[in-house]
């Protein structure tokens, strides 16, 4: 069974300051993957960063990056000069051979 | 990038009624497709995976009697929510697949805008 753990319900960052948004995962599989999504008050799903369970480095993908660290079975994001149309909904999600499971999701409001 | 569309965006239906929801890959052609269903300020939950040319596989606690999928053509998967009620009423969200990896693994899924469906 595949589980994703994000424990901040909301957070508040100030405009251009960095902010950290938790992410744990349990899976039973030796190889999976890890994704960030942003879901701004539209719906839509927009993908953010994709870290592979092999790759050796974290992922960047301009102000985003992925703290990951496998052996805590972590997988934090990063934003990096946070401006105020990062406000949204940020969900974590593993994956394995099949479908997405997507964690609880955490609120960030950008504060000018 | 790869883009999916669903259709209609939105949607407001009597109760009893049935609505189908259309999922689009426009410019790559997916073999497998999934549906997830997303309640207010709640996270996603999957709901059924589509596979071209053959039953859709549920998850445990949907009933497929009542959520019907039919994958007919690499490009298209339908939902149809048969005798809709109240509580049925949720955003819906496709997503596909194009590619896996040499691993095996889903490496990137494209998402619709999804279908907020309510029902009166």
């Known amino acids: 069974a595949q589980k994703i753990t994000q424990t901040q319900p909301g957070m508040f960052v100030q405009e251009k300051e960095a902010v950290t948004l938790d992410c744990t995962y349990d899976t039973s599989d030796q190889s999976y993957g890890l994704f960030w999504y942003k879901q701004p008050s539209s719906g839509e799903m927009i993908f953010l960063i994709y870290q592979g369970s092999y790759d050796e480095q974290n992922a960047t993908e301009g102000r985003y990056s992925l703290n990951f660290q496998k052996a805590r079975k972590s997988a934090n994001l990063v934003i990096s000069a946070s401006q105020l149309g990062d406000s949204a909904m940020y969900f974590c999600a593993l994956t394995g051979r099949r479908a997405l499971t997507f964690g609880s999701g955490t609120r960030l409001q950008v504060q000018p | 990038g790869a883009v999916v569309s669903q259709h209609p965006s939105w949607v407001i239906c009597k109760s009893g009624t049935s609505v189908k929801i259309e999922c689009r890959s426009l410019d790559f052609q997916a073999t497998t497709m999934f549906w997830y269903r997303q309640f207010p300020k709640q996270s996603l939950m999957l709901m059924a995976t589509s596979n071209e040319g053959s039953k859709a596989t549920y998850e445990q606690g949907v009933e497929k009697d009542k959520f019907l999928i039919n994958h007919a053509s690499l490009t298209l998967s339908t939902l149809t929510v048969t005798s809709a009620h109240p509580e049925d009423s949720s955003f819906y969200i496709c997503?596909?697949?194009?590619?896996?990896?040499?691993?095996?693994?889903?490496?990137?899924?494209?998402f619709g805008p999804g279908t907020r469906l309510t029902v009166t």
């Open positions: 997503s596909a697949r194009d590619k896996v990896s040499a691993g095996g693994l889903a490496y990137e899924q494209y």
